[in-house]
Structure formats: C-alpha cells, structure tokens
C-alpha cells in the first residue's frame, strides 16, 4: 500500500514558502496568546507563601521529622493541590513541609501522611533512580526568582538521593524540540545527571513516611544579598492513587519544573561563602584488547578536579586527566536508516550546569554537543588531559565558559576546544544569547589550518504564560568552505489546558559543520507542526490525549528526503494503564545507494508507505509491568515488523530489573533480514549509597555482546569507589574462529575535600 505524504506536485517557490509558512506561525501564535486562561485554572491561583526558621542546631537527620524539636520552630506549608487525577481539589493524604537553616546549611522537613501505610510503593533507593511509578517527594527551588531555572532535590520512603539541574523551564535549547517538558537527560530542559554534595534520610511509621534533607549552601548557587526570598514548590506522588500534587498549584500541561509558576520562601540569610573543592582520584585498570589471544595491559592513573566559587553564582571548574571510568556504558541503538544516531552525554564532568551551553534543536542541530570531546568518531574514548570551566550567573547575565584539552591518539592529532556561551535574562521569561565554539588541531601531528568554528545567536520571546517564540541562527567556519555553512530555526509552541501547538521551520546548509556540536543530517529544509488535544472524562479513562504530528525534510535543491505524519491518540486508564493508537505516513527520498544490512542496499527513489504503531504500557508502579511498542507496515519498497517489549520488574526496594527485545523483521525486494537487540539491566541496592548493577547487551546487527558491570560505593557528589568490569564480544564463544575482544577491569577512587570549612 502506497500513500502519498504530500502531492508530488507541490513545490511552492522557496521564498514564497518562507513567507507563508512564518506568517502562518505568527498569526497562530498570536491567536494563541490572545486566548484567556481558562477560569478555574490552577495557574490563576495565589501563588503561595511560607518563610525558612533559623535554628541554632541542626536537626538529627534521621528521617524522623514528627519528633525532633528542632522542627518544632517553623510553620509548616501545607495545602497541596492535585494535579493528577483530580486537576484543582485538594490532595488526598496530608503533607507538611517545614524549612529551617542554620549558618552553613538549609534543612527541609517533610511528612507525608498516608492512611494506608502499607500501601506505599517504594523501589530502587540508588542516586537519582526514577521517583515518577513510586511515593516520592521533590522540591524545586529558584533561588534566583529570575522564573526559569532551579534546582530539584527528591527522594522516597527507601531515602535514595535524586537531584538535578532546571533550564529554561525544562523546554530545552534555543530549538524547543517536541516534548519540551523532558523529565530527564542533560543539556537543556532538566538535567538528572547533575550532582549535588547533599544528604537525605527518610523513615516510615504508622502516619506514613517522613524525610529530612540537609543541602548545604555552598551546594546550590544563589544572588550575594544576605537575606533572601526564593521560588520554592513541593510535589509528592502517591503512586497507588496515580496521584501528584503541588504546594504551588500546576496545571495539567506543565510539570514541576515550570518554574515561573512556584510559590515563595523568605526569610532565607544565605552566608559569604567560601567554596573551595579538591575532588582527586586513583585509577588502577587492567585491559585486554585485540584478536584472541589478545595482549594484557596493566596501568595506574591519577588525577582530580578543582571547585572553586568565584562568587555565590559563578563557579570555576578545573580538570587534569579526566576520566570516566565510573560512567555506564551507551544503549546500544540498531540503526535502519541513513543518518546519524544521538547518544546523550553522561560524563559528571561535562553536566554541571550543561543547559547554559545548550543553543540549538537538541538531538537534531546541536552547535554544542560535549561528547565531541574526548571520544572518537567511533565511541572509543581520546585522553583529555584537562581544562577548565567557568559558569552561572552575573547579574542577569548567565556565562559559560569552557575549554578542555586532549591528547595525541596513535596517528590522530591532539585538540583544542573552546566554547563561549552569554545569555541575558529579559522581563516575563524572555531570553537572548550568543555561543562561539572552536575546534583546533595542535601538537606535532596537526595539520596547518585544522580548525572549526561555529558562531550562533539564539532568543527566546514567552507571551503570558502559555506562548513562547524561540528561536537561533549559527554560521560555521571551516578552512575552504565560502557558501551554505549556516544554520536556523524559529519556531512556537503554545500549551494550554486543553490544546498544545509546537510549529516550526529549520535550515541547515549543505556545509554547515558544527565541529564541537551535532547533527543527525545536513543541508535541507524542514517545516514541522504538532497539535494535540487533552481531555479528562468523568468515567474509565483518566485523560485522553488525541493529537497528530508532522515533519518534513526537503534539500535544498528541493528534492524531499522525509515526509512523515503521525495520527495518534493515548487512552490512559485511571489505573495509568495507557494504550497508543498510531499510524504513520511517511515518505523516504533515497539520494544515493545504502547499505541497511550487510550485503543488501537500498537504492535511490522515494519511498511512500504507512505503518501502524500500536503501544501498550501497564501499570508501570506494579512490581511487573509492560512497555511493548510495535510498527507494522510499509518500509522503503517492502515491509517491516518491529516489535520492542520491556519487561520491569522489582523486588522490594533493593532489586529491580528489566529486559528488553527489539526484533525487525524486514522484507525488501533486495533480500531478507532479521535483527535482534537484547537489552538486560540489573540492580541490587544494599544501601541507597551501595550498589552493584550490570547492563548485558546483545546487537546482531552489530554483531556484538557486551556487559558491563559495576559495584559503586557512593560517597558526596557522586564520588566514592567503583569497580567496573567491561566485556565486549568475548561472553562465550559462540563460533568456532577466533574473535576479537575486549575485557577490562577498573578500579577508581575519588573523595572530594572541602579545603574551606
């Protein structure tokens, strides 16, 4: 079956195009914008008020919040309000928080009374674990008030640390990609892998369960006055309810991490700090490597990194012989198409305040993309022998400066990487910026002139509260390259209660080379739209989400590479068992012959099909649950059947699991071919800071094994003791020739020093 994403026919006049299309943006977002908020709507509620207590002791920080007098001296916030599964009414079970301080730390106490004390569901305690499928409690606050960025720290009733970094909101680069509200990742949007030196200790009882957080100052970043009032909201989950609820009430379309819409805090006396962090290692390794039998290297490395606070909002970060050995290994991805695949960055080094680099459309035209430092084309990692990194806040200036070196890699020249990144906060959330990044060549095996460079502006325009108009423009530099070497995006997304419209138009030249960013692919065109509607009916279903998508990708000579629409709609339960009913038309351009699977290539033409994409996911906060995802339908001149079930599971709050099969079935009139990717992952907590976990991972199509496998003994900030154990291609000998492998064992050791008490 063959149909057609667009008449052959169309083939507006490029700037005729252009005019169309960005007059069409505006006056829909205008129209938008105009609307009112809807009465009733939790985002015309008072924002709420409190104040932080000092206190001249700490509190015991045993999770036990209701008998520890310390936190009789504050007055508790209560009043939350549901967003789920009743937008507007109260929550259904009592929490109170309380804040406290003394000189050096802020405490927050909170109690989450339950009346089924039984019922809580808890799960993997491990640093940063996902807190949505379980009884959790997260604060965000703004310390700053400047209504776009903050910080999050969370935890559940088994007291695992879980915290990270707001940016823009959640929404993401200057791009603002689909799904703006990302719950996690790094660059922009919120940033999970951020850590923090904190601590929390949570306990349960017959009222329900309790948490006591200590975060000292010097961890968070804030204006230098000494008495000051933040943007603070609290959320808690009651999971057997699929109940969220606010301090500072939500709507629907938003999450947490919409910051403009917290309450506040006052009464906060932040002191001079003086922050001053040395963070060395030991590193000893063991690595076996080439065509069996293979050659056995030993070796020891040292290094360490430096934090020092320039101010209380801008931090200086110093690095020498970095490394990652602690880092889990990429998901492995099956590649069916012609582009490049995205793996996002997970270095610890690299995330901290990762969002005020992030200027583009993530995951499609990065002008910063970290992991182009210190790894090769091909995943293996290049020595970087050190740098530096200076960002935060001055004023209503955000500044990120980096530049990072790395070392001569057998016949592969060192390189010098730059970035320069200013941003200028506007009234009503409102943003404009700039970033300069530079690649260079160095040492004695570069080359003259080996350079690259990326000049970009970016801005971001929010009408009220539901209307943003963003956008960046970028230029490349590279040696004998005088012509389409640009690149921009404009684009407007308004998300209301009830309706949620994301359009945009993007422009990437033919030799645009962002050589410290990413790209999935170069020189086209590309318009997008997205429109979906959500509802809640009284009976059956807790919300319906019916919406359609679609994107198109032309070169620029005007040939069309993909069209592709998707009409979907996601009926999810009250008991948050959700079904998706998708399909897809979509439309292939094939330029030049390529290879899909190893012997058959697709060959040049354009492709027009349509798949159906049926989803069914069970209740994820069950101790078993389902995530099977599925494509069926046409697939360039023949057809594909994808099915990818996840199998989740948990055994009290110290074992969880999942297993993961991805299967394409796929026939082309050049030939048949079957690919398997099994994914397996394995956690046991003996502690919230004592883990031991492995990732075993089978790609056919890449015709590789490997498992990785990890021990960690979590100290502050993520430091502390790892041993890792990496396997790639050599599990079992599963033919009879001799195969290459590779095999190491590490063993690392950080500790972190605070050389100003």
């Known amino acids: 079956m063959r149909i057609s994403v667009l008449p052959a026919s169309v083939a507006l006049p490029r700037r005729l195009a252009r005019v169309v299309f960005g007059a069409s943006l505006v006056l829909v977002s205008a129209q938008f914008a105009a609307a009112q908020i809807p009465p009733g709507s939790p985002a015309l509620r008072p924002r709420p008020t409190g104040a932080a207590v000092p206190v001249p002791e700490a509190p015991s920080l045993d999770g036990d919040v209701l008998n520890d007098p310390v936190w009789k001296a504050a007055t508790p916030l209560t009043g939350f309000v549901q967003e789920l599964p009743s937008e507007g009414a109260p929550e259904s079970e009592k929490t109170e928080v309380r804040l406290v301080f003394t000189k050096d730390t802020l405490y927050i106490g909170a109690v989450m009374y339950d009346s089924e004390p039984g019922a809580i569901v808890t799960a993997d305690p491990r640093r940063d674990a996902p807190l949505d499928d379980i009884d959790s409690f997260r604060v965000l606050f703004d310390t700053f008030r400047d209504r776009q960025n903050g910080f999050v720290f969370g935890t559940s009733a088994a007291g695992g640390e879980y915290d990270g970094q707001v940016t823009n909101e959640g929404q993401g680069g200057g791009g603002l990609a689909f799904g703006g509200n990302a719950a996690g990742g790094s660059g922009g949007g919120f940033n999970v892998n951020w850590d923090g030196a904190w601590t929390v200790r949570a306990t349960a009882g017959e009222y329900g369960w309790s948490a006591e957080f200590a975060i000292p100052f010097k961890t968070l970043r804030f204006p230098t006055a000494t008495e000051q009032t933040w943007g603070v909201n609290f959320q808690r989950n009651i999971r057997r309810k699929n109940e969220r609820a606010y301090w500072a009430p939500i709507p629907r379309q938003f999450n947490l991490y919409r910051v403009s819409l917290a309450g506040t805090v006052a009464g906060i006396r932040t002191p001079a700090v003086r922050n001053l962090k040395l963070i060395p290692y030991a590193l000893g390794q063991t690595i076996t490597s080439g065509v069996r039998p293979a050659p056995t290297d030993n070796s020891a490395e040292f290094g360490g990194d430096l934090k020092y606070s320039v101010t209380p909002s801008l931090t200086l970060d110093g690095t020498v012989n970095t490394d990652f050995a602690q880092v889990e290994v990429d998901d492995q991805q099956v590649n069916l198409d012609r582009f490049n695949l995205f793996f996002p960055e997970k270095r610890p080094f690299f ?295 996840t199998i989740s599971f948990r055994a009290g709050q110290a074992l969880t699991g999942s297993l993961s099969y991805q299967r394409n079935d796929v026939d082309l009139p050049q030939g048949s071919f079957v690919t398997n990717l099994i994914r397996s992952r394995l956690s046991y907590s003996f502690t919230p800071r004592l883990f031991v976990q492995s990732l075993v991972q089978y790609n056919d199509r890449a015709d590789v094994w490997s498992m990785n496998l990890r021990l960690g003994w979590i100290q502050a900030a993520n430091t502390g003791l790892f041993v890792v154990y990496n396997d790639t291609r050599g599990l079992y000998d599963l033919r009879p020739t001799p195969l290459r492998e590779d095999r190491s064992l590490v063993i690392k050791f950080s500790r972190m020093f605070d050389l100003l008490q």
């Open 351 to 645: 995330l901290e305040n990762a969002g005020f680099f992030s200027v583009g459309n993530q995951g499609e035209v990065d002008l910063f993309f970290s992991r182009r430092i210190g790894l090769a084309a091909d995943g293996s990692p290049v020595p970087i022998l050190g740098g530096g990194r200076m960002s935060g806040k001055a004023g209503k200036y955000n500044i990120g400066l980096l530049n990072m070196q790395t070392d001569s890699e057998g016949t592969v020249a060192g390189n010098n990487f730059s970035v320069v990144r200013v941003s200028r906060d506007l009234p009503n959330r409102s943003l404009i910026g700039a970033i300069f990044t530079q690649r260079l060549a160095t040492g004695s095996l570069a080359k003259d002139n080996d350079l690259g460079r990326t000049y970009g502006v970016d801005g971001r325009w929010a009408i009220q509260q539901h209307t943003i108009v963003s956008g960046f423009l970028a230029k490349t530099e590279t040696p004998g390259v005088t012509d389409s070497d640009h690149s921009f995006n404009i684009r407007s997304r308004t998300n209301r209660q009830r309706y949620d419209l994301d359009a945009g138009y993007q422009e990437v030249g033919r030799n645009f080379r962002p050589e410290v960013g990413f790209l999935t692919r170069g020189g086209y065109r590309k318009p997008d739209v997205r429109v979906m509607t959500r509802f809640r009916p009284k009976r059956i279903f807790q919300e319906l989400r019916p919406h359609a998508t679609y994107r198109g990708f032309w070169g620029l000579d005007g040939f069309q590479e993909t069209g592709y629409v998707h009409l979907d709609n996601h009926w999810q339960f009250k008991d948050s068992t959700e079904v998706h009913t998708g399909m897809n038309l979509t439309l292939e351009g094939v330029r030049a012959p390529f290879e899909i699977y190893p012997g058959i290539f697709v060959p040049p033409g354009t492709y027009r099909n349509a798949e159906v994409q049926p989803v069914i996911m069970t209740n994820q906060a069950k101790p078993v649950s389902v995530n099977l995802q599925t494509f069926f339908g046409g697939f360039f001149s023949g057809h594909r059947k994808t099915i990818n079930p």
